[in-house]
């Protein structure tokens, strides 16, 4: 089903995350593109965390590659394809930390393996070998003993704030939907987009 025009494309997005929830494998998966300066991309998959009006929270080590692109160039790219609806979604706009507020409440969640995984991962960053991480993971786990595993200061939230939502609907035909919303003041102008 195609949305009506003009709407809210968040709330949409939240609309089609729901209805994915309950049939595809990993829905919060998303592609998020991030670039140097001079304009070299790079893809990767993340979980998307977090989805209002603010925008698309997802967390990371901030020291790993899309970390210091977004250091030097707050701005971004996802894409999200959920197969099994036919719909993909697609978001651009400007990037900025989420709170560590925020971080801290994400963190708290987290099972301690994945923490300590945080900890012991220089992400991005080369290995000697698989043995190097495993020693990296026992010493922190050694290092923490029975106590708490604190948020990390490099790892945290990144959020992208949309200034434009591309909503995408397969038909066998090929002639696809496509709505873009883009925002404009405090709202949201649509287009039709040729598939
Ligand atoms: C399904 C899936 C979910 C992932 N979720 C995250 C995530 O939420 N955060 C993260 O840092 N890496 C996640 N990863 C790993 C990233 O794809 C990537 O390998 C890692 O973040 C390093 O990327 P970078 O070197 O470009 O910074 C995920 C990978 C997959 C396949």
Do not use: C
């Not at 708290?108 to 994945?114: E, K, N």
């Not at 909503?167 to 939907?177: F, G, I, K, S, Y």
Request: avoid cysteine.
């Amino acid at each position: 089903m195609i949305p009506p025009m003009g709407n809210d494309p968040i709330v949409l997005v939240q609309a089609w995350l729901e209805e994915a929830r309950a049939v595809a494998g990993e829905p919060h998966a998303m592609t998020l593109a991030t670039a140097t300066p001079d304009g070299r991309p790079s893809a990767r998959v993340v979980l998307l965390r977090g989805l209002d009006e603010r925008g698309l929270a997802f967390f990371t080590n901030r020291t790993s590659r899309k970390g210091h692109e977004l250091g030097e160039n707050p701005r971004a790219a996802i894409a999200i394809h959920w197969w099994e609806l036919g719909r993909q979604v697609r978001a651009e706009g400007a990037v900025e930390e989420v709170s560590a507020e925020e971080s801290s409440a994400y963190w708290a969640t987290r099972p301690r393996g994945s923490r300590i995984a945080a900890w012991a991962s220089p992400q991005s960053q080369a290995l000697g070998d698989r043995d190097e991480l495993e020693r990296r993971v026992a010493e922190v786990a050694e290092r923490f003993g029975d106590e708490d595993v604190p948020l990390p200061t490099f790892w945290g939230g990144y959020r992208l704030v949309p200034d434009a939502v591309e909503l995408w609907t397969h038909r066998d035909d090929r002639l696809h939907d496509r709505l873009r919303y883009v925002r404009e003041g405090d709202g949201w102008r649509v287009e039709r987009l040729a598939p």
